[in-house]
């Protein structure tokens, strides 16, 4: 308190801040020296000056006598003043022994000024004030030296009142800069507006996206734990399969030994040597009696009769060999293409339904995924391209590559799904999926009594599988010629796979009867009419 009390007391009256060169009036007043020469500089009309403190006049310009006992005690007082904080920002130009915060500009004056001198300023209509700013020239015309105010709305730039009046600027629509600033602002909330619309929007989509990240890292993790546990299966199944197979060959091998079955052939080889030198000494006999009567010969039959025992040691063991390294080979391969199917690596194909294509009882859904029955008929103008009952093909076509998609039979009366050449007839019973050799055709629905069949050709496969799902997966190799029907139930289930050498592109197609039928993800209609199956098929 006691500091305060003397810095109050050091303070010139005029600058309010400590003494600089404090000098002495003839009245014992004391002042800044640059501080009172500005005063007396300015004196009244009446050439009388007069002391800012205590208003004595002196007719002649007073003697400034310098003050070095004061400004000694300045001296003293700022080396023992505690250290202040670095002022940041901008600082009172009049406060110059310890800077302090300008809370105010005047353009006119070109000074910044804190809270003390604002209140000693002038507050003539010249003096224009603004926040603080250490670039005040930036203010004023570099033409004409004066304030900016207006604004000048076909050039775009901020004017003084002589370049609106007599300058380049004359007859232009100008506005105050008040007015142009709201103006201004407007259309920046506008833009701010939009922007934090836009920033709502992206941040949805951030949002969207991370959580489907999330939902591909737990399908991703849900999809590792069922390869590890698969191929886990794999490897026992082969190492039992291992074990088995080396098992059946080391038990054939000690089953049939070959040093037993050449023993055997060297006794029987010599045993033949014996009865081949008897014979051949019978055969020199001249004596009948002896060789008519010999009884060892009594049974002679002809080698060739004789049985031969080569199957019981003979090329057995090779032919089994073979069918049980083919029988290997053929369900490591089906376990392959199962594996492909549940882990495909390709997305599913983008399938559009053609509603150039769809039958007249046909509703086709706006996403072009669904087909639903019904019974009023649709509008559509009859052409060569439509089918006449119950039918649609999709609009893309495959001419190679690995596909597969998806669908759903939501509990129809009757439906089919699969694949046919454009050429396929689209009247008629032989227009019908797999009733023609065009088409390949899985068929299911609630009249099937819940079993699947398949179709090529007019011949029908009736499967054993029973419908556990309405999913079923349609999974095209073109050129390997294979056409392969899943059914999406845990686990999947292989259904049918046809072989054929593709010879035209290939379109999906859909069959249905009092129901619907969609690609997966497509939005149905219901609808439940009654009615039987058409009596062409």
Request: one cysteine or more.
């Amino acid at each position: 308190m006691a500091s305060a009390g003397l810095r109050k007391e050091l303070e010139c009256s005029i600058c309010l801040t400590l003494y600089t060169d404090p000098v002495t009036l003839r009245c014992g007043h004391n002042f800044c020296r640059v501080c009172i020469d500005r005063v007396l500089n300015t004196r009244d009309g009446s050439g009388v000056y007069s002391c800012p403190e205590c208003r004595e006049k002196f007719r002649r310009r007073p003697a400034l006598i310098r003050n070095i006992t004061l400004s000694n005690v300045v001296e003293n007082f700022l080396s023992t003043e505690p250290h202040q904080e670095e002022i940041t920002g901008i600082c009172c130009t009049y406060c110059i022994h310890s800077p302090v915060p300008a809370v105010r500009s005047c353009l006119h004056c070109e000074a910044s000024l804190c809270d003390n001198h604002l209140r000693v300023h002038s507050k003539g209509p010249e003096h224009v004030l603004t926040d603080p700013s250490t670039s005040m020239e930036t203010r004023k015309c570099s033409v004409h030296k004066k304030i900016l105010e207006y604004y000048c709305t076909e050039d775009a730039v901020c004017i003084c009142v002589s370049c609106s009046l007599a300058g380049e600027h004359r007859g232009h629509r100008v506005e105050m800069l008040e007015e142009a600033s709201e103006k201004k602002k407007e259309k920046m909330r506008n833009v701010l507006q939009n922007l934090n619309t836009k920033r709502k929007k992206t941040e949805e989509r951030v949002r969207s996206l991370e959580e489907q990240r999330r939902k591909v890292k737990e399908k991703s993790s849900g999809e590792d734990k069922r390869v590890t546990a698969l191929f886990i299966d794999i490897r026992r199944w082969v190492d039992d399969l291992e074990k088995k197979v080396l098992s059946d060959i080391s038990r054939r091998e000690e089953q049939m030994s070959l040093s037993d079955v050449i023993q055997k052939l060297e006794i029987k080889k010599d045993e033949l040597s014996r009865k081949m030198r008897h014979i051949e000494e019978l055969c020199n006999m001249m004596d009948p009696l002896t060789v008519l009567q010999d009884p060892d010969t009594g049974d002679l039959c002809d080698p060739e009769e004789e049985g031969d025992d080569e199957d019981t040691w003979g090329h057995d063991g090779g032919d089994r060999g073979a069918e049980l390294i083919s029988h290997i080979s053929h369900t490591l391969s089906a376990m392959i293409r199962d594996i492909n199917v549940i882990f495909h690596v390709q997305d599913p194909a983008d399938i559009l339904l053609d509603v150039n294509t769809a039958a007249n009882n046909l509703l086709i859904s706006d996403d072009l995924k669904s087909a639903t029955w019904t019974e009023i008929r649709q509008n559509r103008p009859e052409t060569a391209e439509r089918f006449q009952g119950y039918q649609v093909m999709s609009g893309r076509r495959f001419t190679s590559g690995q596909h597969y998609w998806d669908v759903e039979g939501s509990r129809s009366e009757w439906w089919s799904v699969g694949m046919c050449y454009p050429s396929i007839d689209r009247r008629g019973r032989q227009s019908y999926i797999g009733c023609n050799n065009k088409s390949w055709g899985l068929y299911g629905g609630l009249e099937c009594n819940n079993q699947y069949s398949v179709m090529h050709d007019s011949k029908v496969i009736p499967l054993p599988h029973q419908i556990s799902s309405d999913r079923v997966r349609i999974c095209l190799d073109y050129e390997a010629g294979q056409l392969s029907f899943y059914e999406l139930c845990d686990p999947i289930r292989h259904l049918h796979t046809f072989t054929a050498a593709f010879s035209e592109p290939l379109h999906a197609v859909l069959c249905v009867l009092n129901g619907s039928i969609k690609i997966s993800g497509a939005a149905v209609r219901k609808h439940h009419p009654s009615r039987n199956l058409p009596s062409d098929r």
